[in-house]
């Protein structure tokens, strides 16, 4: 049955390809609010194309797109994507227009095209595929679609909320995923939670000559000591009680790491680095990478940073840092955890502003989206897939499917090298082609499961 579809997609290859082309060449930057209007449009024509009727749902930000389609079984499958973009720049670091896709060797290269378009554009082009071939689905889909997921969701929570009966399925398939290069699909089941903090000090009403750096307290230097007593030279966070609440490794996650493909050399080689941190290696270090919390600075920022001298004394310093987090933990809780541990070390000059914080999701490996996600996966690709129990990034699941407790997976069309977010985003082309069968492939399998 497989074989016919699959032929479908190989025979309609510039067809997708041409529709991926088309959407990665309109900006949606959310940020700006660049090109929502125009791609809005563009994903409710392309809704209609395979028979699913768009509602555009207004919010106080970019809206939200759901849309239904009708199948003949019982199951209910739910289609996560966003259709917003971060911004290009820097633009001088790109190889070609980042709103112009161009392929090279074998890439598809545009500002979008990996987050999340490609992803977006696989499902619907598997639906369409399906229709072609075989007419009416085997099961129920539900599409959502949002507009803010680069700005950081703030109305995915409201939908779920609002339309709780919107995204009652038997599960969803998130935004997107990796590949490895040469290597298995990626399936996670879940994400970290995140924690995002600012730390501000000011030791003086305003800005002085430098000569007085011998007397007037640097704020700058503030932040640093009090940054020094948050982690210590191995890695290891030293926030009181930091650790208390998170989950357990168990044997069965140590499983997972065991049978995850991952090139240490290549990933070094790309980075640049000569090692990783206490030189971790094998399941080690895929353990630290995946079932630990992190505490990291995002930036820093005080005096001046121009080109030249100037010798000044700064009266102000602050600091971004991203707490990644682990199921148990809470990005409320971390966060006043962070405000005791200044405190209690003499800081407490240091104000700690919570910007954002989401909570950690996983979803249970035994249910029957994930057995199905695994199987197509050994299928499609001819290797079984590298099971993440959790992605090491964040999104905002959680917000999303903790209450009804939805089953969640992510996987899509990406590489480990598809530079998400950074300049030259892109996916191999190949891997777009057997994204789209690989969703077919789940449509014809978790129907009959």
Not at 28 to 54: A, F, K, L, Q, W
Not at 101 to 128: H, T
Not at 129 to 135: L, T
Request: aromatic share 10%; proline share 6%.
């Amino acid at each position: 049955m497989m074989k016919k579809i699959f032929q479908y997609i190989d025979d309609h290859r510039d067809e997708y390809l041409s529709l991926l082309k088309e959407f990665c060449a309109q900006p949606s930057i959310s940020t700006t609010h660049t090109g929502i209007e125009e791609m809005v449009r563009m994903v409710s024509e392309t809704m209609r194309s395979v028979n699913v009727e768009p509602e555009i749902i207004p919010t106080a930000g970019n809206p939200m797109l759901y849309g239904e389609l009708k199948g003949t079984g019982k199951r209910v499958l739910g289609f996560y994507n966003h259709y917003d973009v971060q911004p290009p720049e820097p633009l001088d670091e790109w190889k070609s227009d980042p709103f112009k896709p161009e392929i090279r060797d074998g890439k598809m290269y545009a500002r979008g095209v990996s987050d999340n378009k490609g992803s977006l554009l696989a499902r619907i082009c598997a639906v369409d595929a399906w229709q072609k071939v075989y007419g009416q689905l085997p099961l129920n889909l539900r599409f959502v679609y949002e507009g803010e997921e680069e700005v950081g969701s703030p109305h995915l929570a409201w939908f779920a909320e609002t339309y709780p009966e919107k995204i009652k399925t038997d599960g969803f398939i998130w935004e997107g995923g990796e590949r490895y290069i040469d290597g298995p699909l990626q399936i996670s089941l879940g994400v970290k939670g995140m924690c995002y903090l600012e730390l501000r000090v000011r030791t003086a009403a305003m800005d002085a000559h430098s000569k007085h750096a011998a007397i007037i307290p640097n704020p700058a230097w503030r932040l640093v000591h009090a940054l020094s007593t948050m982690k210590d030279r191995n890695d290891k966070i030293l926030i009181e009680n930091f650790y208390d609440k998170m989950d357990k490794v168990t044997g069965q996650d140590r499983e997972y790491l065991r049978n995850l493909y991952y090139n240490e050399e290549s990933i070094k080689n790309r980075m640049q680095i000569g090692s990783f941190i206490n030189n971790l290696t094998g399941i080690d270090l895929l353990e630290k990478l995946l079932y630990e919390p992190t505490c990291n600075i995002a930036g820093i920022h005080s005096g001046y940073t121009g080109q030249g001298s100037k010798t000044v004394l700064p009266c102000t310093a602050s600091v971004k840092m991203d707490i990644r987090l682990i199921p148990q933990q809470d990005p409320e809780e971390i966060a006043e955890l962070v405000r005791k541990h200044l405190r209690k070390h003499g800081f407490e000059d240091i104000e700690v502003v919570q910007l954002s914080g989401m909570h950690p999701f996983r979803t249970n490996p035994d249910n029957p989206l994930a057995q199905t996600a695994f199987a197509c996966a050994e299928e499609v690709y001819g290797i079984k897939p590298a099971i993440y129990r959790n992605a090491p990034g964040t999104t905002a699941m959680y917000r999303f499917c903790h209450k009804q407790n939805l089953p969640v997976l992510m996987f899509g069309v990406s590489n480990e090298a598809s530079q998400n977010h950074a300049p030259n985003e892109n996916i191999y082309v190949e891997d777009y082609f057997q994204g789209i069968k690989m969703i077919t492939a789940v449509l014809k399998k978790f129907a009959g499961f």
